[in-house]
């Protein structure tokens, strides 16, 4: 168990140049990254929540739920500025329907793995960032829809059991 623990330790003390080194070498060499399929992808992103979690204590969740007020402002940030700034973005560039609606949906979908991860090596604040992430990620299927027809004019068909399962599989 011991040597459980060290491993544990040594990833989540160099988690930030694990994930940088990893994207690094996918961006360079890519070929040095075929033999990952995309069925693959729900279980490296567990294992690098995994990994963000061992950094993580009981107490600085503790701490998320005593500060609703920023987790209700990066609420309101996701679902009512962003997908603003995205159909302002879709106008100003005069982007077709095509690239008009990945837009919007990058726009309405909730932060993820990625956000975190980015906190996690800003040195921010990632039980925050997980927090909002689990908050903005509970709305996302009512209000991703909702915001792609009023913007764009189209309804997301959104499988919310689907979309249930796939996050279990990553948490």
Do not use: H
Request: charged share 10%; proline share 4%; aromatic share 12%.
């Amino acid at each position: 168990m011991e040597t459980v623990e060290k491993i544990c330790r040594y990833i989540a003390k160099y988690m930030a140049f694990i994930v940088v080194g990893a994207a690094v070498l996918a961006l360079w060499q890519p070929q040095t990254c075929n033999w990952i399929k995309t069925s693959a992808v729900n279980y490296l992103l567990g294992v690098v929540m995994f990994g963000m979690g061992l950094t993580l204590k009981t107490e600085d969740f503790k701490i998320v739920f005593s500060r609703p007020k920023e987790v209700i402002i990066g609420f309101l940030a996701q679902f009512a500025l962003m997908p603003l700034i995205a159909f302002l973005l879709i106008k100003i560039f005069n982007l077709g329907p095509e690239l008009a609606v990945g837009v919007i949906l990058v726009g309405t979908c909730p932060g993820g793995t990625a956000s975190n991860v980015i906190t996690y090596i800003a040195k921010g604040d990632v039980a925050l960032s997980v927090g909002m992430t689990i908050v903005s990620t509970i709305f996302a299927p009512f209000l991703t829809p909702l915001f792609t027809q009023i913007y764009i004019g189209e309804i997301v068909d959104v499988n919310i059991l689907d979309m249930f399962f796939s996050i279990v599989k990553v948490v």
